[in-house]
């Protein structure tokens, strides 16, 4: 599926191995070094993703993720964070802000076709999947794309949607971290159990009380209550 996807990299060693790449597998790109470039951009053509480096000159990716979600017009664009950060906090924070999923630097350019591919099947799927489901106090408006916790509006991100809509299909069932992995980012699980657990733990919070109910089974996976 060919798809036009915006890079926002300040590295232009690196902007142009992500560009080749993704041109190569068939999608139309375009790469920004800065925020400003990236954002005149948006007003002209919006894309189906985009690949964001959280360090940037002028303004860092995730008040660039923050911006987008503010912004009705870009709040739907799907958003791949890129970062050189390993620290865990780093990561969660791009979560919170609205990524919907993360690479960290180095990774292979298959892996970073992978996701996008997953993430462009994910959202070319997604309206021809529309569902309402009610588990407790959660209850999901899949035509709205929005989530509900003991009667309150929840934000998540894309991949924390799915995730929730997931367990809710399956509630009282548990999930491995392989299956998870291959239905929600369609791909292997093989090194990526922190993709899974950190989604996880963000989508908890945001829960509230209601996120106890998605419970851990030690060396298995996870069930919803």
């Given at each position: 599926m060919m798809a036009l996807i915006y890079i926002v990299e300040d590295d232009n060693d690196i902007l142009e191995v992500e560009s080749f790449a993704l041109k190569n597998s068939g999608?139309?790109?375009?790469?920004?070094?800065n925020a400003k470039d990236f954002y005149a951009a948006l007003d002209e053509r919006l894309p189906k993703a985009v690949v964001l480096d959280i360090m940037l000159p002028d303004e860092d990716g995730i008040k660039i993720v923050q911006r987008l979600r503010e912004n009705k017009g870009w709040a739907e664009l799907q958003v791949i964070?890129?970062?050189a950060k390993t620290s865990e906090i780093d990561k969660?924070?791009?979560l919170d802000a609205g990524a919907d999923d993360y690479l960290t630097k180095p990774f292979g350019v298959m892996e970073l076709i992978a996701r996008v591919k997953a993430l462009l099947r994910r959202t070319d799927t997604q309206d021809s999947q529309s569902v309402s489901l009610t588990h407790g106090e959660l209850s999901i408006d899949d035509k709205k794309?929005?989530?509900y916790a003991e009667g309150k509006l929840c934000e998540l991100t894309f991949k924390e949607y799915e995730l929730l809509k997931m367990f809710m299909e399956n509630a009282g069932i548990?999930?491995?971290r392989e299956r998870i992995m291959d239905r929600i980012w369609g791909m292997d699980y093989s090194g990526e159990s922190r993709t899974v657990d950190m989604h996880i733990k963000t989508l908890r919070r945001k829960l509230g009380n209601e996120g106890n109910r998605i419970r851990t089974v030690r060396n298995v996976g996870?069930?919803?209550e």
């Amino acid at each position: 599926m060919m798809a036009l996807i915006y890079i926002v990299e300040d590295d232009n060693d690196i902007l142009e191995v992500e560009s080749f790449a993704l041109k190569n597998s068939g999608h139309e790109v375009k790469g920004f070094s800065n925020a400003k470039d990236f954002y005149a951009a948006l007003d002209e053509r919006l894309p189906k993703a985009v690949v964001l480096d959280i360090m940037l000159p002028d303004e860092d990716g995730i008040k660039i993720v923050q911006r987008l979600r503010e912004n009705k017009g870009w709040a739907e664009l799907q958003v791949i964070m890129v970062t050189a950060k390993t620290s865990e906090i780093d990561k969660v924070k791009g979560l919170d802000a609205g990524a919907d999923d993360y690479l960290t630097k180095p990774f292979g350019v298959m892996e970073l076709i992978a996701r996008v591919k997953a993430l462009l099947r994910r959202t070319d799927t997604q309206d021809s999947q529309s569902v309402s489901l009610t588990h407790g106090e959660l209850s999901i408006d899949d035509k709205k794309h929005a989530v509900y916790a003991e009667g309150k509006l929840c934000e998540l991100t894309f991949k924390e949607y799915e995730l929730l809509k997931m367990f809710m299909e399956n509630a009282g069932i548990v999930l491995t971290r392989e299956r998870i992995m291959d239905r929600i980012w369609g791909m292997d699980y093989s090194g990526e159990s922190r993709t899974v657990d950190m989604h996880i733990k963000t989508l908890r919070r945001k829960l509230g009380n209601e996120g106890n109910r998605i419970r851990t089974v030690r060396n298995v996976g996870y069930v919803l209550e």
